[in-house]
Structures are given as C-alpha cells and as structure tokens.
C-alpha cells in the first residue's frame, strides 16, 4: 500500500476549495451548525498549523476558527465537533484546563448520541 501526500500547494488548493464550499452552505443556510464547524476545523486545524511560524498571523487565525466554532454551538450547543474544536482552540492559547472539559464533554455528547441515551 502506498501513503499518498499532498505538496503545500495541493493542500491550499484544497482548502481553498473546502472554504468556499462551505461558505456557500453556510449562504444557503446561516443555521447550519455542521458547516460553521467545518469553517472552524479550516482554520483551527489547518491554516493555524500553517502559519505557526508567524504568532500574530496564527493566533488572528485561530480567533477567526473560534468565531466559527462558537456560532456551530449557537445553533448546536451539543454539536461534538464543535466542541471539540473550542477544546482544541483552549489547547493551543494554553488554557488546558478548558480544553479537557470541552474535549470531555464532545466525547460524552458522542457516546449519548450513539446510545441514544
């Protein structure tokens, strides 16, 4: 089997891609909780990463993917990748302590939706 890479310029093709999809959702249906958490995993998980090199940059990165994640909770409070995401954004500003209880709180949404407790 073979692992298959993306160069950068593939992966910004791509994500450029993932953002404009996802904003046409999000026109189609400013309630869409899924798609604002997509946005949020744009910015969070990948172009935050890729820009690391530059604090300021990531860190304006990083609010902008927190501002997508708080409106997929606003129309989801229980949306797990969601929250998630908060949990990881509290990560990476250092507030540890925040981002366990969020990150716990994701899985348990999880598992109450998979029992349907």
């Excluded at 909780?33 to 997509?38: G, I, K, Q, T």
């Excluded at 530059?54 to 902008?64: G, K, R």
Aim: charged share 25%.
């Amino acid at each position: 089997m073979t692992a298959q890479y993306l160069t950068g310029q593939e992966h910004r093709v791509k994500l450029n891609n993932a953002k404009r999809l996802l904003e046409s959702a999000i026109e189609l249906d400013s309630r869409f909780s899924d798609a604002y958490s997509s946005m949020g995993s744009v910015y969070i998980d990948n172009l935050f990463r890729r820009n690391s090199r530059n604090p300021e940059i990531a860190y304006s990165i990083l609010d902008s993917g927190r501002v997508f994640v708080d409106k997929a909770l606003q129309y989801n409070p229980g949306n797990p990748a969601a929250l998630r995401l908060k949990g990881s954004y509290y990560q990476k500003i250092g507030n540890h302590k925040e981002a366990a209880k969020l990150i716990e709180a994701s899985f348990k949404d999880r598992t109450q939706s998979f029992c349907g407790l």
